[in-house]
């Protein structure tokens, strides 16, 4: 019997493609997927950390609340030409310039806390210019995704990002969520604290006023003395 003869491949058929590897395996995305962990995270500590720095510095809780919806404007007036942008230019270099501006903008606060020159206006400037930068290396992640894991692992990469910004976000409150309760006692703990220099101020007042009484008696009025013979 003869051996069956195989059919030679046909003309311009195209390989099967192997299947790309694990998102655990991928290398590229592993570093974006960090990175964008470690930008969430400081992006919620600073936006908590705003309020709190106003109202250590002026005592206001509506300078707080100027400060903390300054933070939050990019978000509605910095996210559709932030888009445009971001289509153009290259999303690497986009999200390192960001990262760099925020941290220069941040390191400004420290440095002007140091020296004792920290003003309202320049937490209010801050704000607003990390927030708009925080949405451009946002949208610019977003859209490196894409060139970075295969169209067949994208549903699975943006949810593992979507799990990444919820945990980031609830990451800086301790022991499971109950950051409110630490904000609280913070609030509790500076308001006994500004209670208890007042009252130092008080004594101190008190005390300075009882001296000059003591330095400066009244003078009693002498009755003159009758003699003896007037009576």
């Known amino acids: 019997m003869n051996a069956p003869v195989e059919a030679p491949p046909a003309v311009g058929a195209a390989p099967i493609a ?7 395996r991928n290398r590229d995305f592993a570093l974006l997927w960090a990175g964008m962990a470690v930008s969430v995270l400081g992006s919620r500590i600073s936006a908590t950390a705003y309020p709190l720095l106003v109202l250590a510095l002026t005592h206001s809780p509506a300078d707080a609340g100027i400060v903390g919806f300054l933070a939050t404007l990019p978000y509605l007036l910095v996210q559709l030409p932030a888009g445009a ?6 999303r690497k270099r986009t999200m390192i310039a960001c990262d760099i501006g925020r941290g220069l903008a941040l390191a400004s606060l420290v ?3 140091w020296l004792g020159s920290l003003t309202l206006p320049q937490i209010m400037v801050v704000s607003f210019i990390e927030g708009s930068l925080f949405v451009f290396y946002n949208l610019a992640e977003a859209a490196a995704v894409q060139a970075v894991v295969p169209r067949s692992q994208l549903p699975t990469a943006l949810s593992r990002n979507e799990a990444r910004n919820r945990a980031a976000a609830t990451a800086y409150r301790p022991a ?10 913070r609030h509790r703990r500076h308001g006994a604290l500004q209670r208890r220099v007042e009252r130092h101020r008080a004594a101190r007042r008190l005390a300075a006023g009882r001296s000059s009484a003591v330095a400066s008696p009244r003078t009693r009025r002498r ?8 009576w």
């Open 176 to 185: 499971g969520g109950q950051g409110g309760g630490v904000d609280a006692e």
């Open 111 to 113: 440095i002007a806390f």
């Open 85 to 90: 942008f971001i289509d153009r230019w290259n």
């Open 18 to 24: 192997a299947p790309p590897p694990p998102l655990r």
């Open 223 to 230: 009755r003159p003395r009758r003699s003896a013979a007037g």
